[in-house]
């Protein structure tokens, strides 16, 4: 079997989970153990994007160009993050990853986060859910 990637929304988040589940090897935006690799987004790693992304032609708005309807809404990369989204899709996409475990926050913020990176990086693995309302130790395992 295969190792489990955690993605959390934040740093601190994944070194308190990955400490849980004895993840004690530190890598550039990850740390793992022999079955747990945990990673974690740094907030919103991808956005809609914007109407000019469609066509330039929507870049200054006027009521001729309006509504602007999408046949379907585009997502891309936010800059200032790249390096982290490279980090995660590398993760997402790995052969020695069996299934993902979503750990972001529990409101829709950050079921989003997660579901707009593992769309865009167009990862396929299964996932589940992890939903706690606590961050103590025995919570987590649990």
């Known amino acids: 079997m295969g190792r489990i990637l955690v993605v959390a929304e934040k740093p601190s988040v994944a070194r308190d989970i990955g400490r849980v589940v004895g993840c004690k090897n530190k890598n550039e935006g990850y740390i793992e153990s022999d079955k747990y690799i945990v990673s974690w987004a740094l907030g919103h790693l991808i956005t809609l994007c914007e109407p000019e992304?469609?066509?330039?032609s929507y870049k200054k708005w006027s009521m001729e160009t309006l509504p602007v309807m999408p046949e379907e809404m585009k997502l891309k990369?936010?800059?200032k993050t790249a390096k982290k989204l490279?980090?995660?899709k590398k993760l997402m996409n790995s052969?020695?990853?069996?299934?993902?475990?979503?750990?972001?926050?529990s409101g829709r913020e950050g079921e989003l986060i997660f579901r707009y990176i593992y769309s865009y990086v167009k990862c396929r693995k299964p996932f589940k859910r992890l939903w706690i309302s606590s961050?103590?130790?025995e919570a987590i395992k649990e």
């Not at 992304?53 to 330039?56: K, L, N, P, S, T």
């Not at 052969?95 to 926050?105: L, S």
């Open 86 to 88: 490279a980090v995660l």
């Open 135 to 137: 961050m103590t130790d």
């Open 95 to 105: 052969k020695e990853i069996d299934f993902i475990i979503c750990a972001t926050d």
């Open 77 to 79: 990369a936010v800059k």
């Open 53 to 56: 992304d469609y066509d330039i």
